[in-house]
C-alpha cells in the first residue's frame, strides 16, 4: 500500500451501489514517439505503443513529406538510445531527400500562418489535389454496419472509451486495416501508414471511419491517401465540412445506426 | 441546390425510421489560431473562435513561457493582416523576456527527445513542482453533482457532443469557470488562462473536470495551474495516472455517477 492508499497496479472503484473496491487499473498506453529521418528529429507525439512504422510512414504522407508512390526504405531504432522503443527512425530510398523547411511546424501541416479556414484548405490544395470521381458508392446498409465491424476488430479494453480507432473498409464493408491509439490522429495516420508502405495508395475505392468526430486534421490525412468516404460516429467540425465540400470527399457524421448525417457529396452513398 | 445535392447550409439526416430529411448544418467552429509573442509565432492551434485571449495565457502557462505569478501586459490583434481574428499577440509586462530554446516544440513541452514515459514526468517536474499537500478536500456527493453542472454550464449544442469542456470548481461543487473548444486541450487552456489573467493562480482549492480523458498533457496543464484535483469523464492515460501519483494530484476517471474511479492520492475525496 502506497502513502497515497493505492497500491501499484490498484485504482479504487466506486460500484454502482455506492460501495468501494480494488481494481487493477488496466489504463491504455500513452508514451512519447519520437519520429526521425536519419539523424533529424521530424515530431513527436503522446502515442500508444505498437505499429510505430505505420505511424511514422501514415505521419510522413500526411505532412506531405512523402507522397503516393514514395517508397519507405526501411524502418530502424536507434543502437545506443536507451530509450529506443520511443524512437523510430525512418530510412528514405537512396536518393530521396526531405524538403523541410526549418519553420514548418507539424501538427497541422496548413495551420502554421494564422490562415483563415478557407485559406487552410486552400494550403492543403497545393500538397493534394481533391478527390477525383471514382466509382466507389457504398449503400446505407453497409454503411450502417461499420461501426459494429470497427469495434469487433478492436481490442477488448477498447469498449470501454480509453482508445479510439480508425478502420479502413470497402465498398462491401470489408475491413482492410483497422488501428487504434489513444490519439484519434495517430490512430488514422497508422492505418494509412500500413496502407501506403503496402502501396495500397490511393484508397479511393474505400471509406474511413473514426470512433470520435471528424476535424480538419483528420480530413486532411483522408486526402493524403486518397479517401472518398469519410464516416466519424460523432460530430464533424466546420471546418471539416468545408473542407470535404471543397475536396470532392463524403463526410458522414453522428453515424449512429439507424441514423447519421450527410455533410457533402450523397452521390457516393446509395440512398435508396 | 449544389452540384453534389446538398446545399449551402444543408445537411442530410437518416432518421430512425429510415426517412431523410434536409437539416440545418449548425456545426461547431474550428479555426486556426496564431499565438504571437510581438512579432515572434509561438504556435498555431485549430481552436474554436472565443475565449482567445485565455487560450493564449493559458497555453503560455502550461508551456512553461509564462509562470504564475507573472502578468501579461495585454492582448491586441495585428492591424494590417488580413485574418486578423486568427492572430493574437501577446504583449509581455516591460522587462519581461520569453526564453525560447528554438528546438523548442510546443504541444507537449516535454516529449521533444524520445523520452520514456517516467522521463517525460521528470522534464516537467523540471518547470512545475509537484502539488504541494492541501487542505482540499471533496466528499461524493459534491464529485458527482460535477458532470451535470459542466453540461448546464454549457451551451445547448454541447449535448451533442460536438465539443469539449472543461471546468474549475471549488470544493463546494461551484463552478468558476467553464469553457467550450473543438479541442480538449484548447478549452482546458482557456479555463486555467481565465484563472491566470484574473491572478487566481494557483488554483490548488479547486478541481478541473475535462469531458473527455484524461491525458498527459492534460494533466501538465493542471499541474501549471496547481490544481490538484483532475476528474474526467472517460478513462486516463497510463501516463495521466503516473503523473498524477509522482505530482500529488487526485484523479479520478470515468466520472459517471453513481460510479468513478480513483487513480491516485484518495486522501483528497472523502470516502464515506
Excluded: W
Excluded at 20 to 43: M, N, S, V
Excluded at 224 to 246: D, K, Q, T, Y
Amino acid at each position: 500500500m502506497k502513502e497515497d492508499g493505492i497500491g501499484p497496479g490498484q485504482i479504487i472503484r466506486r460500484k454502482q451501489d455506492g460501495s468501494l473496491e480494488y481494481q487493477g487499473d488496466e489504463l491504455t498506453i500513452e508514451e512519447p514517439l519520437e519520429i526521425r529521418i536519419g539523424e533529424k528529429t521530424i515530431a513527436t507525439t503522446m502515442r500508444t505503443p505498437g505499429h510505430d512504422e505505420e505511424l511514422a510512414a501514415g505521419f510522413l504522407l500526411s505532412e506531405a513529406v512523402m507522397r503516393d508512390g514514395d517508397k519507405i526504405a526501411g524502418f530502424s531504432r536507434p543502437k545506443t538510445a536507451r530509450n529506443r522503443d520511443n524512437i523510430i527512425v525512418v530510412d528514405l530510398e537512396c536518393g530521396k531527400k526531405v524538403k523541410l523547411n526549418s519553420t514548418q511546424r507539424f501538427g497541422t501541416i496548413s495551420s502554421s500562418c494564422g490562415l483563415c479556414g478557407k485559406e487552410s484548405i486552400e494550403a492543403i490544395r497545393q500538397n493534394f489535389p481533391p478527390i477525383k470521381s471514382t466509382a466507389l458508392r457504398i449503400d446505407i446498409e453497409t454503411l450502417l454496419s461499420l461501426p459494429d465491424k470497427l469495434r469487433a476488430n478492436q481490442s477488448g479494453f477498447a469498449r470501454t472509451g480509453g482508445i479510439h480507432a480508425a478502420g479502413i473498409f470497402d465498398a462491401n464493408g470489408k475491413a482492410l486495416i483497422v488501428r487504434e491509439d489513444i490519439g484519434r490522429h495517430n490512430a488514422v495516420d497508422k492505418a494509412i501508414g500500413r496502407a501506403f508502405l503496402d502501396q495500397k495508395l490511393p484508397l479511393d475505392r474505400h471509406l474511413l471511419l473514426v470512433s470520435g468526430g471528424a476535424s480538419f486534421e483528420i480530413m486532411q490525412k483522408a486526402l493524403a491517401a486518397g479517401i472518398a468516404i469519410i464516416a466519424s460516429v460523432s460530430a464533424p467540425s466546420s471546418l471539416a465540412m468545408e473542407f470535404a465540400r471543397e475536396m470532392n470527399q463524403t463526410l458522414v457524421g453522428f453515424l449512429r445506426p439507424p441514423s447519421f448525417n450527410i455533410y457533402s457529396h450523397i452521390q457516393r452513398v446509395i440512398l435508396k
